[in-house]
């Protein structure tokens, strides 16, 4: 089964960027659609982006359209999520995962994801 470690999270203020990592070890990423989500306080678990295994094509939640970027390094065998311009709002437990290997589309709905990592904390905030 595909493990996943999330590092990179941390204080930043409103503006800022963070870039986090999600490295993977019993299989490579490019076989996976691997999944960055989000748990906020009081919040239900959000998906932000995603990557296919195929092709590499990625999508997006709507509320990072445009300041969030995923990408794959096949070498390091690591996703990583890049967060640009944060708000407030941004502030969480960001969490990376991992769909069933026979389901390597995106997807960012949590329940089609099978594993998950511990999460990096991210606090946007002044």
């Known amino acids: 089964q595909l493990a996943l470690v999330e590092s990179g999270g941390g204080s930043v203020q409103p503006g800022g960027s963070l870039r986090l990592s999600c490295a993977a070890s019993g299989g490579t990423v490019d076989s996976f659609a691997i999944g960055w989500f989000r748990q906020a306080p009081g919040k239900e678990r959000e998906g932000l982006s995603c990557i296919s295994a195929i092709g590499g094509s990625t999508n997006y939640a709507d509320s990072v359209k445009g300041r969030f970027t995923i990408s794959r390094d096949n070498v390091k065998n690591t996703v990583y999520l890049q967060m640009n311009s944060l708000k407030p709002d941004d502030t969480g437990i960001y969490v990376c995962?991992?769909?069933?290997?026979?389901?390597?589309?995106?997807?960012?709905?949590?329940?089609?994801?099978?594993?998950w990592g511990q999460g990096t904390q991210v606090a946007v905030s002044s």
């Open positions: 995962a991992v769909r069933p290997y026979f389901l390597r589309t995106c997807d960012l709905h949590p329940s089609e994801f099978s594993s």
